[in-house]
């Protein structure tokens, strides 16, 4: 398949007007109610972003290997695709790189820095686009980041008395130092308790000793808002530790969700019910239903918090639960029934072809259901209450795959009912992986098979595989859950496994669609929609420069220009830029261009030229600055984290080592800094032990070695031509470009197998694999030197879906 020509679309996105076999007419009433819901899905519409990382847990000085994935989207407006690294705890944003989209597509590598300090992190991505002011879509991946550092000290936090009826709870931090010549008198120390944006309490202190005493007001703890977050600061060495403080309890938050949306008398429902902790958590509950003061029933949730029950409420009756182990007087009251009006139900929200609505209502002559998902209206069916109760089957031949919505109205289109189904839940684009062996030795060659199952015929997909340790419950995503249920619902639990289909699996999926429904979107709202509301201003982000001059030489007095300049990049010295009259100029996408690493080096072309400065504007940088600052933080703390050994890598795990660089000549401003590290040349090029030219794997290793002018590499592009420029010029303005797709080369022991361990992560990683269901997509790699369980991921695009899969094998020691 062309890859220009191959379309990115989610089905559920898919605009096509849906029919129904039950001859569903337009209702004469709403005949505006088609543009109100277009006007809606215009309001309303961007881009899906989806993202697939190799990981969730980097270490620092690592490599990040991702494939974005762009759907609905008019692909010829989004050009750049930017990625930044924010620390969750202050929202500063450590790291930012931009790279090119094609075709809805980006591929590449980034590097986690060696500065990075062990913590909790997330990737935001967005694009080049704006619309009324603020970026067109936005995607956001929660990480970890641990160390392989040096440590020269550890820190660990200690229980003294934490006793919830204590006035003050104590904690002791404990620091202790590897040499202990190097002991100082004290280290600073930053504290707060409670969510870092709005927290109970913060200060800073410093330790004597290597010890330091907190006393926190057990008044100030509450459940949500009692973990303690230390860090300590020696010399560059960050360490950040916590732990959770006992509070007093709080009676745990109950709400009831009835299907269709209310009670009714005298008329049989199923209610969702959800149960949380004051922290927010769901939790697990078991309960009796109450009838005034009689026991009627006993009722559990699942650990995901959700649950349902059945009840036939009775007019002049009151409900309400009581939870095992809660005060008596402690009791959550059920909605009140109506005493009449149309009642809507489903004997199942997971449909495959057909959907079966139960309906039942004793005052109206006739009933309008509508199909829907907000951005496109599916059918209207008129439904005659010839009799109190209605069974209709729709048989959703053309309903896309995906959440839609049922909304139950009278003739005027005011609502009585909703509910979410998900349709054609059997369509899944599966795929098989298989592998030659179930287990390997270190260092052996892994085969790998996929195969697409299913009605999808082909398919482009991302694949990984990595330590399975280094993929985070908690934080893992996938295509599949994230496209139909993550970015269509809110407050999604955290499971394994979302789309399956034995029974929990399902079960799980029916409580959510019972319980979360659509929230972000309102059949109020969408009724509301005036063509105003569609009004979309697209601002596309550019890079802008500007050169100033100083008539008394560097640094002194800069003024803007009289007459324009010329400005060459000096990796691309045939295509000069022009500035205006005052100094400004505009670079294109293409002009800024880069390999992975590599800065763009602007020069001023004039004999006075340290009379000039350059200056270019990144558009992104307060874009960003402000994702980071709107970014919802989940706390992902668990147990373990009171010590720092918590976000140390094992020793047998770490990465290739950086070997110290020292800079002799404090002058050395050639075009390219030295990003290479060991072994590269002044334009930071290198090629190390398996002959790869500027291998991700290996930056900074010890063996790696300058690249020969005339020899080919791998990833060369033929013969290496070589660093022709070299400039030691003060007056080079570097920055960051827009870097292009970086391939991933995995070890070949066959080829070279050094001596020394060769540890990595992640062993295989490919931007693209095509895929069908006609003959199996093929790939080998090595495993390394690192033992345990690994994974394979592959997740990626079909021609009309998505498709996802996993498979594990494990590693041992070489015998």
Known sequence: MNRTNYKLVLPALLLLLITVTTNAQQLKVTDGLENKINLYAIKNQSPTLFIHFDKTIYSNNENVWFTAYLFNADYKRYKILSLVLVKDDNRAVVMEDKFVISNGLSFGNTFVPDSVGPGNYSFIATTNLLVNGKPDVVFTQPVTIKTEDKQNYTASLNPLDTSVTAEKQKVMLLVNFVNPKEVPLSVPVWYYIGNSSHPVLKDSVKTANGQYVFNIP??????????????????????????????????????????????????????????????????????????????????????????????????????????????????????????????LSLPTALVNDTLVVNLRDEQHEKLYLIGHNYKQLFFTTPVNMTTTTKRIKFILKAVPKGLTQLTLTDSTGRPFAERVFFAHYNQRALLTITTDMDEYATRKKVTVKVRLEGKADSGFVSVACVQENRVEFKKKNDIESYLYLKHELEDMPVRETYLGNNEADKGFLENVLLIKGWRRYTWVDMLKSEPADTVRNFEELIFKGDVTQSPFGRFIQFKPLKVPVSIINLARPSNPLITDNTGLFTLTDNDIRTESDKKVPLLIINTQINRFRIHVSDPYTCINMGLSNQLLVTDYSTSGQESTHYMLVADNEHTIQLKEVKINDKNDDSFFEKQGGYGANACGDYVCMYNILN??????????????????????????????????????????????????????????????????????????????????????????????????????????????????????KAK
Not at 228 to 242: D, F
Not at 250 to 272: C, D, H, K, M
Not at 310 to 339: I, N
Request: net charge positive; charged share 20%.
């Open 218 to 343: 057990s008044k100030l703890l509450s459940q949500g808002n009692n973990r303690l977050h230390v860090q300590l600061k020696y010399k560059k060495e960050v360490k950040e530790i916590s732990i959770a403080l006992p509070a007093a309890s709080r009676p745990a938050v109950v709400r009831f969700y009835p299907e269709g949306g209310y009670l009714v008398n005298n008329t049989q429902s199923t209610i969702g019910w959800e149960v949380k902790n004051a922290a927010g958590n769901p939790i697990g509950v078991s309960a009796i239903l109450f009838q005034n003061e009689k026991i009627i029933d006993t009722l559990t949730t699942t650990s995901y918090g959700l649950g349902k029950f059945t009840l036939t409420p009775q007019a002049g009756s009151s409900y309400y639960v009581r939870l095992y182990g809660a005060k008596k007087d402690t009791l959550y009251q059920l909605p009140k029934a109506l005493m009449q009006g149309p009642a």
């Open 695 to 812: 291998c991700k794997n290996h930056r900074n290793a010890p063996d790696n070695r300058p690249p020969v002018v005339g020899e080919t590499y791998f990833g060369s592009n033929g013969p290496y031509k070589g660093c022709s420029i070299q400039i030691k010029n003060d007056n080079i303005f570097k920055f960051k470009g827009i870097y292009t797709a970086q391939e991933f080369y995995p070890a070949d022991y066959s080829k070279v197998n050094p001596s020394q361990p060769d540890y990595v992560s992640t062993i295989f990683w490919k931007h693209q694999l095509k895929v069908s269901s006609a003959k199996d997509a093929e790939f080998s790699f090595y495993t390394s030197d690192i033992t345990g369980r690994y994974k394979i991921v592959v997740q990626g695009v079909t021609g009309n879906d998505v498709t996802y899969g996993e498979k594990t094998f494990n590693m041992v």
